[in-house]
């Protein structure tokens, strides 16, 4: 696709007009769901030629899609399991995000296997990673990123000085690829609303239209108007990962799919808190620990444990936290603290329930199921497979309808914001000087918004403050939280400062010091009077101060119980 074919925006008019034309006509396609595989599928289903709808209950990506470890990667512990076939998948999805469907998002990250076992250990993880190197060349496809290699302990304190040199005696270093979760969520969305998808967050599906056992849509509920609108659609699809269960009880009775949750927590550090050129991956007793370069920060995660407590809020106790620290300091020769760390997110992962009572043994596969005529449901998966997933679910829709359905198309399709971008990256310099803008700003907003750059220089061209970074988040220019609410389907503060930019997890104040003035900047495009910005504030410093107590507590339990203090900007019925 052509950058001068322009991006789709999902604004506040966007939103009123998708609705409108949601409730106007019959579509061939409702998805309900707006994480990863619900994007995944709207977009596979629009470059089919398919009329599709999708509607999300709180803010786009808000659930699991934004909570992971941000890595596009095969799944190096699966090769332990066995599981060649999901290894060889997701390695080929890498692979295709990389190199065609969006260089601007996904880019190659190193990571360091330190060897803590003598003798067999190298053999054994060297073996393994001659196998994950060759299945990413399966399909004829290239990597995309380099080969692994063995380092000596000495090589290894070279790219990783922060490593404590007795515990290790050498290691395995290998690459894989990583992501803004959210970032790619968002334009993924804006892609599929580009090819013609009706987008619309803050809408609830509270029931199901039917003719006699059919189902014929989705009852909903616009959850900031309060008003109740009747989508009718040919097919429908559930892509609600970890609340698919409860969207099966609206059809009557839990049906073909049971999920379980699974929470992995990350945190958040700074930069110059370890000393190292490359991440570091280890092991732990019941799965893996990554140390990721992050920007100007680190994340360390995580944690897999099974959770049963509120799905939208999931909290981290001090125990998650602990067992991260002292997991990540068992390595390194200047420990962290819990004083060192900036940010904490929470995340379920939607998991196939299984024989195995243990959450981290449960499969990463996914499964599409059609429980009733109408009806289609997507569940399980991984991240890096979303484009798979969303496939297979429109092949199911597909054999629903009575027309013939063209084949999945999206390994083909860039997302908005590729088309043009290595182009642009080698002009850098140049953009940056037409723009008066320094060249490592102009690198940030490229690594954000691919070729879609010029929609955000020309808000600034329009209101030169808007060019200023934000006072206590300088990493991001204010023009980003407008574009956040004009572009990106930013509806509140709580969605600018969490997922259109991660101020919520890279700062020490978690975002409270820059509230204020985010709020204002959005006030403008979102019709915020002096009440509704009082009102966005307050949400958003409760829900920090609700969220670093919860952090405080020892168990699940008591971490759950605090961080539902906070309220919902917007209350989901």
């Known amino acids: 696709m052509s950058v001068r074919m322009g991006a789709a925006r999902l604004g506040p008019a966007e939103r009123a007009s998708a609705l409108a034309r949601m409730e106007s006509q019959e579509l061939d396609l409702v998805v309900i769901g707006g994480g990863v595989v619900g994007a995944g599928v709207a977009l596979d289903a629009a470059t089919r030629g398919l009329s599709v709808g999708l509607v999300e209950a709180r803010d786009f990506v808000s659930g699991t899609s934004s909570r992971s470890s941000k890595l596009v990667h095969g799944g190096l512990r699966y090769l332990e399991q066995f599981d060649f076939d999901l290894v060889r998948e997701a390695l080929r999805e890498r692979s295709m995000l990389l190199q065609r469907i969006a260089p601007h998002l996904v880019r190659p990250v190193p990571f360091l296997f330190p060897l803590t076992r003598p003798g067999w250990e190298r053999p054994y993880i060297g073996a393994g990673m001659i196998l994950y190197d060759t299945l990413g060349f399966s399909f004829g496809a290239g990597r995309g990123v380099p080969g692994h290699r063995h380092l000596t302990r000495k090589a290894a304190l070279r790219v990783a000085p922060a490593l404590r040199r007795s515990a290790f005696s050498g290691a395995v270093q290998y690459w894989d690829a990583q992501v803004d979760d959210a970032r790619y969520v968002m334009t993924m969305l804006r892609t599929a609303a580009t090819y013609g998808a009706h987008i619309a967050s803050r809408v609830q599906a509270i029931g199901f239209l039917r003719e006699g056992e059919r189902v014929t849509g989705v009852r909903v509920r616009d959850l900031e108007t309060g008003a109740e609108l009747d989508l009718r659609a040919r097919q429908v699809v559930n892509?609600?990962?970890?609340?698919?269960?409860?969207?099966?009880?609206?059809?009557?009775?839990?049906?073909?799919?049971?999920?379980?949750?699974?929470?992995?927590?990350?945190?958040?550090?700074?930069?110059?808190?370890?000393?190292?050129?490359?991440?570091?991956?280890?092991?732990?007793?019941?799965?893996?620990?990554?140390?990721?370069?992050?920007?100007?920060?680190?994340?360390?995660?995580?944690?897999?444990?099974?959770?049963?407590?509120?799905?939208?809020?999931?909290?981290?106790?001090?125990?998650?936290?602990?067992?991260?620290?002292?997991?990540?300091?068992?390595?390194?020769?200047?420990?962290?603290?819990?004083?060192?760390?900036?940010?904490?997110?929470?995340?379920?992962?939607?998991?196939?329930?299984?024989?195995?009572?243990?959450?981290?043994k449960l499969s990463r596969k996914h499964v599409v199921a059609h429980p009733v005529p109408g009806l289609v449901m997507v569940a399980g998966g991984k991240f890096t497979t979303y484009r798979v997933m969303a496939a297979d679910a429109v092949d199911a829709v597909a054999h629903g309808l009575d027309q013939r359905v063209p084949q999945s198309c999206t390994h083909l399709v860039p997302l908005v914001g590729a088309e043009g971008f290595q182009a642009l990256w080698n002009s850098r310099?140049?953009?940056?000087?037409?723009?008066?803008?320094?060249?490592?700003?102009?690198?940030?907003?490229?690594?954000?918004?691919?070729?879609?750059?010029?929609?955000?220089?020309?808000?600034?061209?329009?209101?030169?403050?808007?060019?200023?970074?934000?006072?206590?988040?300088?990493?991001?220019?204010?023009?980003?939280?407008?574009?956040?609410?004009?572009?990106?389907?930013?509806?509140?503060?709580?969605?600018?400062?969490?997922?259109?930019?991660?101020?919520?997890?890279?700062?020490?104040?978690?975002?409270?010091?820059?509230?204020?003035?985010?709020?204002?900047?959005?006030?403008?495009?979102?019709g915020w009077d002096a009440d509704q910005i009082k009102r966005e504030v307050d949400y958003y410093t409760k829900r920090v101060e609700a969220e670093r107590a919860s952090q405080e507590q020892d168990s699940d339990q008591e971490a759950d119980a605090i961080r539902l203090g906070a309220p919902e900007i917007v209350p989901i019925a």
């Open 239 to 360: 892509a609600t990962g970890v609340w698919t269960d409860e969207i099966q009880q609206l059809v009557g009775g839990r049906g073909q799919i049971h999920v379980r949750a699974s929470k992995g927590i990350h945190l958040v550090v700074p930069r110059d808190r370890i000393h190292s050129l490359t991440g570091i991956i280890m092991r732990t007793e019941k799965s893996v620990l990554f140390v990721i370069p992050w920007g100007r920060h680190w994340i360390i995660g995580t944690t897999d444990t099974e959770w049963t407590l509120d799905k939208a809020r999931p909290a981290a106790s001090r125990a998650d936290i602990d067992y991260l620290l002292d997991h990540v300091n068992s390595v390194l020769s200047v420990p962290l603290t819990r004083d060192d760390v900036e940010g904490v997110y929470a995340g379920l992962r939607p998991l196939l329930a299984g024989e195995s009572e243990e959450t981290s």
């Open 429 to 526: 310099h140049r953009l940056a000087g037409s723009s008066g803008l320094h060249v490592a700003r102009i690198e940030h907003l490229l690594r954000r918004y691919g070729s879609m750059i010029d929609e955000v220089l020309a808000l600034i061209d329009r209101d030169p403050s808007l060019g200023r970074p934000l006072t206590g988040a300088d990493d991001h220019l204010r023009a980003e939280i407008v574009y956040a609410a004009t572009h990106e389907g930013a509806r509140h503060l709580n969605d600018a400062l969490t997922r259109r930019t991660r101020i919520s997890i890279e700062t020490f104040h978690r975002g409270v010091a820059v509230a204020q003035e985010a709020a204002e900047l959005m006030a403008g495009p979102l």
